[in-house]
């Protein structure tokens, strides 16, 4: 094709999105409220377009095998110059993204590509998720310049808190004084109108008070009675949220996390979640953040049952990448029980994403261990024995509303490390924490799609009884704020779990990094070895033409296992074998191969290229 016909082909693409997007407004709005909406909305759009020659979007590549994320607070370390045990009683002078920037440097480098960094903006609760003011860096945390800092190293993401905005906002201090245009900025309601059939994923109210210059007023409060939902019904707020998201993208956010989407759009006699409202506000954001980015992502945060998280993929026109919420529970599950039947039935049935979307797959976040995502995978009966488990490891459980106003498991608040303490066949701790812990890494990073670590699961982190106690919430446990030098210690000491899981964790990240198997579009084909190991091929079904085909298996008990490899479909790919993880090697014909507790084995024909190439460290 010549250049002037690629050119004209990409300024169609521009003129197309520019037309869906106003299609999308009347959608939502009808015609001449989109008409209004899209004039406004279009001169923003033109000071940040993306020049043409870079669309259409399948032209930008939008991952590999070497993106990593990892998940963080904004202080989660702090340098305690004060003194003081906890640095609370004396602001610390080093900006915490400061010290994040320093850490990371030391001791992770390049074994991640992506920072999320959660909201780091002012807030009033829910640490950080009751933003009070979107467009500034909260000043306990640093200011701009550091979020800059750290965009030069990594590609950011940004939690755009779309659902609700703090009491102690200005928007709704307008709100309550009448001030236009945030008198229609929230959902006002009489209080006695029939909400039963709202999903809820508390147990508070829906509808709390506030005194505004008209009276009393019950306003719509999903999460809490500080987090007042935003009225979505008003262009003028979808207006507002879209320079928002602007801003994120010219501040250097490259992935946009929409932060409990799935409530965002409200109806009455309706269950008030995944209403076709929302997906549309979805698509209409991935169509701007095409226009003016076409290298950005966007995520959905569904924390709700497997199906309904999928459906924000839409047709590969709404989210780039989602959660893989049901997989914390399943591995947490087939560990502590040493039985994987579970966790292979619904490996095996998942079914891959569309084309030009991933998984992200995750263990661990600054959230609990959801359970809706495993309604219909896990019996209750499981469910409820991995709970009492969970207490017993110093874990807590916080409960839904359910519309029968009756209360259910939604999450289970414990941090990671701490709940592979031990199994629950074991009458106490045991020697295997770490290797069962790291066992649960792996099988994560084997699966497709993009991995992602909280920054507790890289250092090991357990449960913090102390912040439960101090800030009254469950979901402290997993949250612990480190001193830097109390970190540094644990990990040059050598000798902790701290330092021994950050240490195979990176070096297992820097060797899985170099291997196109891992690349987020390769297929996979999950086997089922019985309930004593998770395996998986990366190639699709150990059968194709691609040059890395992997194998990976994972013992899933504290017991030594038998494997007879040469049974395994695929393994005649080769005559023989080398595991990555320790260069070792194993004939495909073996058929006595010996699996140690919780170890695994990532498997590629030796003949593929010069193995010993493929483990040299990188330098920075």
Known sequence: MSAKKTGTAKNEAVEGLLTQIQQRLERLYGETLAQQTFARLQPLLEKRRSPSES???????????????????????????????????????????ETLSVFLKKYIRKSISHVHILPFFPYSSDDGFSVIDYTHVNPDLGDWSHIEQL??????MFDLVINHISRESLWFTDFKANQPPYDQFFIEMHGDEDVSKVTRPRNTPLLVPAYTHRGRKMVWAT?????????????????????????????????????????????????????PQTHEVVKLMRDVMTLVAP?????????????????????????????????????????????????????????????GCTFLNFTAS?????????????????????????????????????????????EINIALFSAFRETAHSDGPDQWQVDRFICSQNIMMTLQGIPA???????????????????????????????????????????????????RLTNILQRRKKHKAFHPDTPQTVLDLGPDFFALWRDGSGKSALRFPLLAIHNLTSEIK???????????????????????????????????????????????????????????
């Not at 965009?151 to 950011?156: A, P, R, V």
């Open 55 to 97: 669309l259409p979007e399948a032209d930008h590549p939008k991952w590999s095998q070497k993106d990593v994320f990892l998940i963080t607070y904004g202080d989660t370390l702090y340098r305690d110059e004060s003194g003081e045990s906890d640095g609370r009683d004396e602001a610390p002078k080093e900006a915490p993204l």
């Open 151 to 156: 965009e030069k190293s990594y590609d950011l």
């Open 223 to 275: 999460f809490s009675q500080d987090q007042i939902d935003l009225n979505f019904q008003n262009p003028e707020v979808l207006l507002r949220m879209l320079e928002v998201l602007l801003l994120y993208i010219d501040k250097g956010a490259r992935t946009i996390r929409l932060d409990a989407i799935a409530f965002l759009w409200k109806e009455l006699g309706t269950h008030c979640i995944h209403l």
């Open 295 to 355: 290298h950005s992502l966007l995520l959905t945060e569904t924390n709700v049952p497997h199906a309904e998280n999928l459906s924000y993929f839409g047709e590969q026109d709404e989210a780039h990448m989602v959660y893989q919420f049901a997989l914390a529970p399943l591995l947490l599950h087939a560990l502590h029980r040493g039985d994987g039947q579970y966790l292979t039935d619904w490996a095996q049935n998942l079914a891959p994403p569309p084309s």
């Open 366 to 410: 600054h959230d609990g261990i959801g359970l809706r995502p495993v309604e219909g995978i896990l019996p209750q009966r499981e469910v409820d024995d991995l709970i009492t488990n969970m207490k017993r490891l110093g874990g807590f459980v916080t409960n839904k509303s359910n519309p029968d106003g009756s209360q259910s498991p939604y």
């Open 453 to 503: 670590f909280y920054i507790h699961s890289m250092v090991a982190t357990p449960n913090d009884k102390e912040g439960v106690e101090r800030t009254g919430r469950t979901r402290s446990i997993n949250r612990r704020r480190w001193p830097l030098e109390t970190l540094e210690a644990l990990i040059e000491s050598g000798r902790t779990s701290n330092a021994e899981v950050l240490k």
């Open 562 to 620: 038998m494997l007879d490899l040469s049974l395994i479909n695929g393994m005649d790919k080769a005559s023989y074998w080398v595991n990555l993880l320790d260069n070792g090697g194993v004939a495909a014909t073996e058929t006595r191969y010996v699996m140690q507790p919780y170890q695994s084995v990532w498997l590629m024909p030796e003949t593929v290229e010069d193995v010993s190439a493929l483990w040299a460290p990188e330098t920075d």
